[in-house]
Nanobody, 117 residues
Framework: QVQLVQSGGGSVQAGGSLKLSCVAS????????MAWYRQAPGKERELVST??????TTYADSVKGRFTISRDNPQEVGLQMNSLKTEDTAVYYC????????????WGQGTQVTVSS
């Protein structure tokens, strides 16, 4: 069973930057893609960004121009978060872009990101 292990996150003031990383313990099917999600208190989990095996990316409108997803190798995905806003405060999860696909239901343990004003 492949596991996703997250690192990074923490607390920062508005306007600051943080980087999240996610490393898979084994291979991930190429059709899974990789993604970052977040869940703020009292809200549903939302998709933040995705990246395919060939490097194509998507971003939620709320983070476009501020967040950058990267995939340095097939087992590692990062999320660089710049110009952070208080509304970015949430638990961030690493996962796949297509969690309903066979073999793609993989999730990291979650990382708290807190942005203060």
């Amino acid at each position: 069973q492949v596991q996703l292990v997250q690192s990074g996150g923490g607390s920062v003031q508005a306007g600051g930057s943080l980087k999240l990383s996610c490393v898979a313990s084994g291979g991930i099917r190429s059709n899974c893609g990789m993604a970052w999600y977040r869940q703020a208190p009292g809200k549903e989990r939302e998709l933040v960004s995705t990246i395919t095996s060939d490097g194509k990316t998507t971003y939620a409108d709320s983070v476009k121009g501020r967040f950058t997803i990267s995939r340095d190798n097939p087992q590692e995905v990062g999320l660089q978060m710049n110009s952070l806003k208080t509304e970015d405060t949430a638990v961030y999860y690493c996962g796949t872009a297509n969690p309903t696909f066979f073999g793609c239901s993989l999730w990291g343990q979650g990382t708290q990101v807190t942005v203060s004003s």
